[in-house]
């Protein structure tokens, strides 16, 4: 009868590194026997139950808006990849880009079935065509994404009407015909809108009123028991405008920790078109990107930007995400730096020292009222060109007269001093500055 030996040579894995195991076991170049052990403190990764997937129907049309833009293409084949083998691109031109024509041939190569629609979503009487057309040729339409959007930046006040109406056509008219037109029965009706209309960006008032409707549309749509969603996307890198603008934006790099990759943007439209984000949780209606956290603004900082997240100390209802993330509070940092330059101002010796020192902080304060980098401040220019309307001249009033003590009037910040001129008067009249400091030119 033969004896049992002692399995030799035995390599041990913890399960932390089960991965390895099986590599190693796959190679076919080990010797003796790979054991397994659990202790205590072991992390195994696994592979979370997706509870609710995607699961789109082989015989419905999926209609994109819009959807020959970068965006739009990469959610088409994102769409096929899940199932989707019928897709109605409703576009203002028959004109289609070389970028388009190559994601039309991989749709086709994988036997998914993709029409365009010449179809101008403003105009009702072209959608209802449209929609009766795919009635005929291709199955019933079950999901929709609207992602129509157009720019015609400027300051509102020099806002021509047809800017104004080009801009808000897509995302307003757009959006409420697709509402009144489109079938009740959808599985999903998606939105895509943009972080301006929640923060409100200078420049770009007719943008940020059309996507900011979007976010009350898909509310509405709500209430009336049908299928309503709205992505306030903010910055995505590797596909969509801002990568395609990137390089000519001067807020790319504010922006750099908040922007989100395409799998992220994709994550993003999973939980948009199931209504689950993770488990059982549902989804709110509006689904927001990018805004930050006064941590990562810090740390933004700390990697060499040279603006903050400005926003964040736009509008109480930043409040909380203002202090997220931080050990102390953004607003003490702020006193902080306040407290550094009342203590320069009571230190100067002349009133151009004192002029220097109060126009920085005057831009600085400008820039984060009407939400733009600092570094588009010219302290050359006067407040008024940067479009300050009065409630903006008074909030930056009381800050004079509160944190500069000085006495301004809202006339004298909309008059057509420039900046430097405007500071020179605020520290003329601070009582910050030192008594024996000569202030003849102040005006």
């Not at 033969?2 to 076991?25: E, N």
């Not at 028991?225 to 995505?236: K, T």
């Not at 395609?244 to 395409?262: D, F, H, Q, S, V």
């Not at 220019?381 to 301004?408: H, N, Q, T």
Request: hydrophobic share 40%; proline share 4%.
């Amino acid at each position: 009868m033969g004896a049992l030996t002692v399995v030799h040579p035995v390599t041990v894995f913890d399960y932390s590194d089960i991965q390895t195991a099986f590599r190693t076991m796959q190679n076919g170049l080990h010797t003796g026997k790979l054991v397994l052990k659990a202790r205590e403190q072991s992390v195994i990764p696994a592979l979370p139950h997706d509870a609710h997937p995607i699961k789109l129907n082989l015989d419905a049309t999926y209609v994109l808006v819009g959807g020959l833009g970068g965006l739009g293409r990469g959610l088409a084949i994102y769409l096929a990849d899940h199932g989707a083998k019928h897709l109605a691109f409703f576009s203002r031109t028959d004109h289609v880009q070389p970028a388009a024509r190559k994601v039309l041939d991989r749709l086709k190569e994988r036997s998914v079935e993709a029409k365009i629609y010449v179809c101008d979503v403003t105009d009702p009487m072209a959608l209802k065509r449209a929609i009766s057309q795919i009635g005929i040729e291709m199955p019933p339409m079950k999901g929709v994404i609207q992602g129509a959007m157009v720019l015609r930046d400027g300051l509102f006040e020099n806002m021509s009407y047809e800017n104004w109406s080009q801009v808000t056509a897509p995302k307003v008219q757009g959006s409420w015909n697709l509402h009144e037109l489109m079938p009740q029965d959808l599985d999903f009706f998606i939105m895509l809108s943009s972080l301006a209309g929640i923060l409100g960006n200078g420049g770009q008032s007719n943008y940020c009123a059309g996507n900011t409707y979007q976010d009350q549309l898909a509310n509405y749509r709500r209430s009336l028991g049908l299928p309503g969603q709205v992505v306030d996307l903010g910055a995505i890198e590797g596909l969509g405008w801002f990568e395609e603008n990137k390089e000519n934006l001067k807020i790319a790099e504010t922006m750099r920790n908040l922007i989100i990759g395409e799998e992220e943007f994709y994550a993003l439209m999973k939980s948009a078109i199931t209504g689950y984000s993770h488990g059982d949780n549902r989804v709110p209606t509006q689904i927001v990107t990018g805004i930050g956290s006064g941590g990562l603004n810090k740390a933004n900082r700390a990697a060499g930007a040279h603006t903050d997240y400005y926003w964040l100390n736009k509008s109480p209802r930043m409040s909380y995400l203002r202090q997220l993330d931080l050990h102390s509070t953004l607003q003490a940092e702020e006193d902080d730096e306040m407290g550094e330059l009342k203590g320069s101002l009571t230190a100067v010796t002349t009133l151009a020292q004192a002029t220097n020192l109060i126009q920085n902080v005057v831009a600085s304060k400008l820039a984060k009222s009407i939400m733009i980098a600092m570094d588009e401040i010219d302290i050359n220019r006067p407040v008024s060109s940067y479009g300050v309307d009065s409630l903006v001249a008074a909030e930056m009033r009381s800050w004079c007269f509160r944190d500069l003590k000085a006495d301004i009037s809202i006339f004298e910040l909309l008059s057509g001093n420039p900046i430097t001129v405007l500071a020179e008067q605020i520290a003329s009249r601070s009582a910050l500055i030192p008594q024996g400091v000569e202030r003849e030119r102040a005006t």
